[in-house]
């Protein structure tokens, strides 16, 4: 068999996500993770929990009831996913396209779209990373599916509600994506009685510090999410990871410690970063700066030279500058961060 000649003609011009870099030994601030690290209560939970991974995952439903008395809602509001990553591949596969993001965003709205052969367009943040709106709805004229990021990654800011609103007028299904929510207090949820095309995404990863194990979920219309689980596939959360958010959720506490910590120190880092380079206010758990005169990888070379690995993005199609992003770390990490920036 030749494989390109069997193969779907569009996959070969898609872009694979590049992950936040790895390195043993030093400090990873590259994938806005909680380095705080998930409730010590979950850790217990799944220690007792492996001897039960010969079973196929079966609390799905109950992942779903507790996550929804978290968000607010009810269960039937509610969808369970390996991650939002997922959950983007499930809202892609179940509305009909072209979809429409920002840019500079989360790269996988555009990968996914790509990967299920839809046609995928962006338009640009204004030049303060701040969302256009009527250049936006201009755009979504061409649309069917829209994804907003609010907080957006990589840039740290929030959407207006107002503005979010406007773009849900047009009636067509839209995503926010809230994975940063936590950090920012702020969310879409109370427009959800007015529109039944608003569908919201959240995230384990990043506040409750369970990346590893991929967990997220999407709010929506009962209508809404009845029609994405058309096309969830059977036990796409495995039993650690549904052990996991159910003690996880057990233990708000904790969580919101570690939320307050960090945005502390998002304060007090962003301070010190802007003493060496245009930083970016942010409502994540992360901070973007301009890199220049210093190249992005340049910065993240000695950033790696103290120790720390950073996620260099370089420039941005149309925005002049080099760019880093930053994870906020511990305060004990932070500590240490502070004297590598004087270096710079």
Do not use: H
Not at 10 to 32: C, D, F, H, M, Q
Request: charged share 25%; with cysteine.
């Amino acid at each position: 068999m030749e494989a390109e000649d069997s193969m779907k003609p569009w996959i070969r011009g898609i872009a694979t996500y590049t992950p936040g870099r790895t390195v043993e030994g030093a400090v990873k601030l590259s994938s806005n993770e909680n380095n705080y690290g998930p409730s010590p209560k979950v850790i217990e939970t799944l220690k007792g929990s492996v001897p039960s991974i010969y079973r196929y995952p079966y609390k799905d439903e109950l992942v779903r009831v507790k996550t929804a008395e978290y968000a607010g809602v009810a269960p039937e509001n509610v969808i369970i996913g390996n991650g939002s990553d997922e959950l983007i591949d499930l809202i892609v596969k179940t509305f009909r396209g072209p979809s429409l993001g920002v840019y500079p965003s989360f790269s996988e709205y555009g990968i996914v779209s790509a990967t299920n052969g839809m046609e995928y367009d962006e338009v640009q943040l204004k030049g303060d990373f701040t969302f256009p709106l009527e250049e936006f709805l201009k755009a979504a004229d061409k649309a069917n599916l829209l994804f907003l990021c609010s907080p957006n990654n990589p840039t740290g800011n929030i959407i207006s509600p107002k503005d979010i609103e406007e773009v849900l007028n047009l009636g067509k299904p839209t995503v926010v994506d809230e994975a940063y929510y936590e950090f920012s207090n702020k969310t879409s949820l109370s427009l959800l009685p007015k529109y039944d095309n608003l569908i919201i995404i959240r995230t384990f990863a990043k506040a409750f510090a369970l990346a590893g194990l991929r967990v997220g979920y999407a709010i929506a219309s009962p209508e809404v999410i009845s029609l994405i689980i058309r096309t969830k596939p059977p036990f796409n959360v495995n039993n650690l990871a549904q052990e996991a958010v159910l003690t996880a959720l057990d233990d708000l506490e904790y969580m919101r410690d570690c939320v307050e910590k960090i945005k502390a120190d998002r304060s007090i880092l962003e301070k010190a970063i802007s003493n060496k380079f245009k930083v970016f206010p942010s409502e994540a758990n992360f901070l973007l700066f301009d890199t220049s005169p210093l190249s992005a990888q340049d910065c993240f070379n000695k950033f790696l030279d103290k120790d720390f690995v950073v996620r260099a993005f370089g420039s941005f199609k149309g925005f002049p500058g080099e760019y880093v992003r930053v994870t906020v770390g511990t305060s004990s990490e932070n500590e240490i961060l502070f004297a590598a920036l004087e270096d710079l």
